[in-house]
């Protein structure tokens, strides 16, 4: 089957859950307010594009690649972002809404993800070595064996990490931070 190759284009306000987007390969492209909610993007590839205030929510993501990806202010509640292709898999998130989203098994090595909100967000089993957490809120987010080493929370909030059931070796925590790392412990540091 022959797939859709575009490069260096521009999507702006388009409603790709409704009309077809064109399955194939996305590079260097811009995404602009785009409503791809519901969309099926399995088997998409996606390289070095920008995705600025689109919502994505829900869209399914079997075998789909995102390289060296953008996110700005976009809506991304309920991706299972674990679906996805893992070669090359390379993504930031700025001021998006990540919610109840699963990162679960992943590697995501020195990503940044910056004043978003990452509530109720499954890394069980990520690799998240070296990443960068600025100002998001970690409400109901699970860690379970996932992977913290080099990693840094000290401008992060609402997190609950138990430090014997994850690997956080030189992670960075902030001092009003540490209450996040003794949650399992019932004890309270004022």
Known sequence: MNMN?????????KTFSKENMLKGEYENCTFAECDLADADLSGFRFMDCLFRGCDLSLAKLNDTAFRDIEFIKCKLIGLLFSDCSKFGLSMNFYECNLENSSFAKL???KRDFRDTRIIGVD??????????????DFSGAVFDGTILEKTDFRNSFNYSIDPENNKIKKGKFSLSGLQGLLTKYDIFVE
């Open 107 to 109: 590697k995501l090595t």
């Open 5 to 13: 190759y575009s490069s260096e284009m521009t999507y702006e306000g």
């Open 123 to 136: 890394f069980t089993g990520c690799v998240l070595t070296g990443s960068t957490f600025w100002n998001c």
